[in-house]
Every structure is written in structure tokens, then in C-alpha cells.
């Protein structure tokens, strides 16, 4: 079954910086786009940020464009999100989530269908 | 709008069948997907698409649409349903993904 493994959470400062990782296995890696997805303490998901499986797209939630940059190294496996001027509303658990393609009447649509088990980033002072 | 909005809780006597609905301009133009996340843990797909159920999901699950407005429906909920319940779609611009408000189940 797929495997998504997140690490690099932590406490950090407000305007600090984190990068998050997410080690992928047991599937195709390249093959799927990927996203990062989060949850505040006791709040709902937040979608925050997509890749395609190539790397040459990338998408973001209007709250951390220009902030937060994801990527991906297909020869690793692995994707990353590295985050700037972290805010308190920054904190959460971050989700990494894998991408899947399905059809329905000859038209094409996207979900998410895998998650990790997240990894806990805290922006305090 | 890029917003899906859901009931904050329902509940249901066990046994018996529970929908729960989210509504959002983007679910004219895309299908809605269904998570179920317990305390403490990752949320799970449970229904994608018209009315799809990844392998090893209760056939209890089951969607469906109409305009607006996405539905999960548990029939003959059991004690593990209890869980929160979130919608997802793609906004109107279809490069982003939206989740819903969530829906807390109760089972009875």
C-alpha cells in the first residue's frame, strides 16, 4: 500500500523558516501529482499547495503565495515544502497527500486518495 | 464562490441512515470527494466521482449529486462511523482544491 512519511515539523519563531519533507513509497512516484494539505489545533483542512508529477506546475492557497514554495525530487522520492515568514496562523498539522486521475463519462477529474500521518508545525514566540 | 459549506454535526441512532450534504458553486462543474477522519488520525477516502468507494470501504458508503449540492450517505451507520466527514472539490478555477467545513457524525 502507499506509504507517505512527512518529517520536519517542529517550533519555529514567528518569520522563521521550515522545510517539510515527505518520503513516498510503494507507488510510482513521478506518475502523480502531489499536495500538502493542513490542519489548524481543532479546525478543519486546509488545502495549501499542489505539484505536478513533472514538477513544472505548481498551485497554492492565496494564504501562502509568495510564502511557502513546494517541490519535488522524483530521484528520491520525495517531496518537500519549504516555508518563509511563518506565521501563528501558520500552525498546524501539515499533511502530505498524494494525487489521483479518474474518469467519469470520458472526462477526467483529480482527488486526493492517500495521506500521511502528518507532522506538527508550531509558529510560536 | 470557492467555498463548500456542510452541516457542523448530525447524528444517528445505530442501525439506521444518515446524509450528510455539502453545497458550493464548484460542485456544478466537479465531483466531490468524501474523507473520514477519527481523532487522532489522517483522513481516509471514502467516496470519489459519481459514487465511488476505494477498495475496502463498506459498501454502507455512497454518494451522489445534484446542482450544487454533494451527499454522503451512511445507511445502517455502525459505532466506527463516528468521525468527522469532510467534502472536497476543485474551485470554480479548477487549480485548487477546496474542503468543506466538516461535519461531525454522531452515531447513537
Known amino acids: 500500500e502507499v506509504q507517505l512519511l512527512e518529517s520536519g515539523g517542529g517550533l519555529v519563531q514567528p518569520g522563521g523558516s521550515l522545510r517539510l519533507s515527505c518520503a513516498a513509497s510503494r507507488f510510482t512516484f513521478r506518475s502523480y501529482a502531489m499536495s500538502w494539505v493542513r490542519q489548524a489545533p481543532g479546525k478543519g483542512l486546509e488545502w495549501v499547495s499542489s505539484?505536478?508529477?513533472?514538477?513544472?506546475?505548481?498551485h497554492y492557497a492565496d494564504s501562502v503565495q509568495g510564502r511557502f514554495t513546494i517541490s519535488r525530487d522524483n530521484s528520491k522520492n520525495t517531496l518537500y515544502l519549504q516555508m518563509d515568514s511563518l506565521r501563528a496562523e501558520d500552525t498546524a498539522v501539515y499533511y502530505c497527500?498524494?494525487?489521483?486521475?479518474?474518469?467519469?463519462?470520458?472526462?477526467?477529474?483529480?482527488?486526493?486518495?492517500?495521506w500521511g500521518q502528518g507532522t506538527l508545525v508550531t509558529v510560536s514566540s | 464562490s470557492s467555498e463548500l459549506t456542510q452541516d457542523p454535526a448530525v447524528s444517528v441512532a445505530l442501525g439506521q441512515t444518515v446524509r450528510i450534504t455539502c453545497q458550493g458553486d464548484s460542485l456544478r462543474s466537479y465531483y466531490a470527494s468524501w474523507y473520514q477522519q477519527k481523532p487522532g488520525q489522517a483522513p481516509e477516502l471514502v467516496i470519489y466521482?459519481?459514487?465511488n468507494r476505494p477498495s475496502g470501504i463498506p459498501d454502507r458508503f455512497s454518494g451522489s449529486s445534484s446542482g450544487n449540492t454533494a451527499s454522503l450517505t451512511i445507511t445502517g451507520a455502525q459505532a466506527e462511523d463516528e468521525a468527522d466527514y469532510y467534502c472536497n472539490s476543485r474551485d470554480s478555477g479548477g487549480n485548487h482544491y477546496v474542503f468543506g467545513t466538516g461535519t461531525k457524525v454522531t452515531v447513537l
Open positions: 466521482g459519481k459514487n
Open positions: 497527500a498524494k494525487d489521483f486521475s479518474y474518469s467519469e463519462s470520458s472526462t477526467y477529474y483529480s482527488t486526493i486518495d492517500y
Open positions: 505539484i505536478s508529477g513533472s514538477g513544472g506546475y505548481t
